[in-house]
């Protein structure tokens, strides 16, 4: 079993839909990320969570540390959100475990 | 403020040969992770260079190896590569080793024939 798995593997929305991205783990972190990832290769840092929840425009992300869960929620979604969405978990330091993606298609 | 620089961002290579790849940090980040990512694998942690030295290492055979300089810059070294090899080398800066988000540079695309 992965430590880190996210669900769905892929989605596909309508322009303007709440699209929900979860993220489950199995050890005992320090901190959460929530990465973006677009054609081409780089990178973006969007959330580091360890407890609570952050906001950043349209951006929601949440971790519930009991249940070992997090979920990065998307509103008023636009096809230029259109990318992979990764989820990984820090056991210590900078020590990144790393979720398989969500490919998410926003369609106008 | 620039971003995280890597280089060179294409690399062809054969099997049995060596390569260095190098990340320049954001000014003043002090913290250079290395990862790697393949469509089989997805994104794994090769390593962690914090002032000059190693603090964490992933997974990875001892081919793999790498460094950090007085100026926080970091190169990766792979010897006597193999098929399995070829994937996207990320690196990714921070200003410490704690909770704190990274930095990604786009990537070394290497490629082993």
């Known amino acids: ?108 | 403020k620039a971003g995280v620089t890597q280089t060179p961002r294409y690399l062809i290579k054969t099997r049995g040969q060596q390569v260095t790849l190098s990340c320049s940090p954001i000014s003043g980040h002090r913290s250079v992770s290395w990862y790697q990512q393949t469509p089989g694998q997805g994104l794994q942690f090769l390593f962690e260079y914090f002032s000059e030295t190693q603090r964490n290492k992933g997974n990875f055979p001892g081919r793999f190896s790498g460094r950090q300089f007085s100026n926080s810059r970091s190169e990766m070294n792979v010897s006597t590569l193999e098929l399995g090899d070829s994937a996207l080398y990320l690196c990714a800066s921070s200003p410490g080793t704690g909770n704190l988000p990274q930095h990604f540079g786009d990537g070394t695309r290497l490629s082993i024939l």
């Open chain 1, 1 to 108: 079993k992965n430590e880190v798995e996210q669900s769905p593997q892929n989605l596909t929305a309508q322009e303007g839909e709440f699209i929900t991205i979860n993220c489950s783990y199995s050890v005992g972190i320090s901190a959460l990320h929530w990465l973006q990832q677009h054609p081409g290769g780089g990178i973006v840092s969007l959330f580091m969570l360890s407890s609570g929840k952050k906001k950043h425009g349209r951006l929601i992300a949440t971790i519930n540390i009991q249940e070992k869960h997090s979920s990065l929620h998307i509103t008023a979604s636009h096809p230029r959100d259109s990318a992979v969405y990764i989820c990984a978990v820090a056991e210590y330091g900078n020590k990144l475990v790393f979720g398989a993606g969500t490919i998410l298609r926003v369609k106008s």
